[in-house]
């Protein structure tokens, strides 16, 4: 994989961790 590639798939991970985390303290599933 071109690294270009790879740094789109991290920056997609990152966001969606971070969407994920920011919904789990707004309603409060703390896993």
């Known amino acids: 994989m071109d ?3 790879k ?3 991290l920056i997609n991970v ?3 961790f971070a969407l994920i ?3 789990s303290v707004r309603f ?4």
């Open 3 to 5: 690294v270009s590639s």
């Open 7 to 9: 740094t789109v798939i």
């Open 14 to 16: 990152g966001v969606a």
């Open 21 to 23: 985390s920011l919904l």
């Open 28 to 31: 409060g599933w703390f896993y």
